[in-house]
């Protein structure tokens, strides 16, 4: 099982849980969903319940990661599979993305 705890502008906003059958879990964090002025992840992760989960990657957790030979290179320098899309998104989602969520891993 890997964890990672997902934020918000620097807010932890979540976990995101793969468990060891493959399946994935996203948490809201307690304090982060009751706080009204707090929006949710993203449009397909709504603070409409609590937890949602998947057989695969969330697409809005999976669209955090390079694509094509971007994606090829980190993998190859990472040492990562390049279908391990988890661990892609824990090697790369930590401090530089696009937008406002960050990926940190819960050892």
């Not at 319940?49 to 695969?56: A, K, N």
């Not at 971007?70 to 990472?78: A, D, E, G, I």
Request: net charge neutral; proline share 3%.
């Amino acid at each position: 099982m890997r964890k990672a705890e997902i934020y918000r502008t620097g807010i932890l906003a979540g976990i995101l849980t793969e468990t060891d059958s493959g399946k994935f879990v996203f948490t809201y964090d307690t304090l982060y969903f009751y706080d009204k002025t707090k929006p949710g992840i993203s449009l397909t992760l709504p603070k409409n319940q609590l937890e949602y989960t998947s057989t695969h990657l969330f697409p809005f957790f999976f669209n955090m990661l390079s694509e094509g030979t971007n994606r090829v290179v980190q993998s190859q320098q990472l040492k990562i599979d390049e279908n391990d899309f988890f661990g892609l998104l824990l090697a790369t989602a930590t401090y530089d993305t696009i937008g406002a969520i960050t990926v940190r891993q819960i050892y």
